[in-house]
């Protein structure tokens, strides 16, 4: 063979042979691919340390005592010294009636009274005792009894003594300190007896009322740190203690718990808040929550 048909065949394998291609992976085989850097792991040593546990609940705010002030008659509103949102001392005068028709009823039952007890003491004359409120001590009570009722001068004492009432009830004071609240009563209006006029909130102290589950009851004591968030303002947070359980479990599986924080201005009566009650424990060994992988 020529060295020219020698060289054009050696090409040819040549070519041939840098056409085929790499053989393709099996079916079912897994390439892993190392990383460049070595992974680094971080740890502590795991001792034991005091661990809180956490319930969670929703709960509403309340003044730690309030009241609501009402008038006896309706009157006409003669002064209104308040304003809801006043803070107001013991004993302090927060809206009077007008007293001229209230001052003429007193003086009229107290002379019905008079008339009264004078028919009173004409009864016990006709039954023969002439001088009754000597005789008074020898009288059988049965005889005075008629004379009363039938003289009417324990109706009348009743009267007076209810007018009196209304008049002395004309004045509407405070029993305590504390700030008005729920007034919506305007000057010359009629006041309307037995109805709430205002209320009055002790800010001395707040209360929330929350409910937990009958699970939760065991690790839930009086005593115990909690803390509530406003729904309105999350990031003002305020601790306390719960104060009350009540023993019984509703028919939800819900038990009722009162705590008791420190006032705050920003707190209102009535506000919904979030609750959370811390208790530990004891000494247990703590892993961090960032360690723990939760499979599902």
Request: charged share 25%; proline share 5%; with cysteine.
């Amino acid at each position: 063979m020529s060295p020219g048909k020698i060289f054009v065949f050696m090409m040819t394998g040549l070519a041939l042979f840098s056409c085929k291609q790499a053989p393709a992976p099996e079916e079912g085989t897994i390439e892993t691919t190392l990383p460049e850097k070595v992974a680094e792991i971080q740890t502590i040593t795991l001792r034991e340390s005091d661990f809180q546990h956490e319930i969670l609940s929703n709960g509403k705010l309340k003044a730690g005592r309030s009241v609501d002030l009402s008038f006896k008659s309706a009157e006409v509103i003669a002064q209104i010294s308040v304003k809801n949102g006043d803070r107001v001392e013991a004993g302090q005068v927060l809206a009077e009636l007008e007293r001229f028709k209230l001052e003429n009823n007193l003086t009229e039952a107290s002379m019905k009274v008079e008339e009264a007890h004078l028919l009173f003491q004409d009864k016990l004359f006709g039954m023969g005792y002439h001088n009754p409120l000597q005789d008074s001590a020898t009288i059988p009570q049965n005889k005075m009894r008629i004379a009363v009722i039938q003289s009417g001068y324990e109706n009348a004492i009743i009267a007076r003594d209810l007018a009196r009432y209304e008049l002395e009830n004309s004045v509407l004071k405070t029993p305590f300190a504390g700030t008005v609240s729920g007034l919506f009563d305007k000057q010359y209006n009629i006041a309307k007896a037995g109805e709430t006029f205002c209320t009055i909130l002790d800010y001395s102290h707040l209360e929330v009322d929350f409910s937990i589950l009958e699970s939760e009851l065991g690790l839930v004591k009086a005593g115990d740190q909690m803390s509530v968030a406003p729904f309105a303002f999350p990031e003002r947070k305020a601790t306390g203690r719960v104060t009350e359980i009540n023993p019984v479990v509703d028919d939800n599986g819900m038990v009722q718990i009162r705590a008791e924080i420190p006032y705050r201005p920003d707190l209102y009566e009535g506000m919904n808040v979030k609750v959370s009650v811390l208790r530990s424990p004891g000494m247990k060994l703590v892993v961090p929550k960032s360690a723990v992988v939760v499979r599902t």
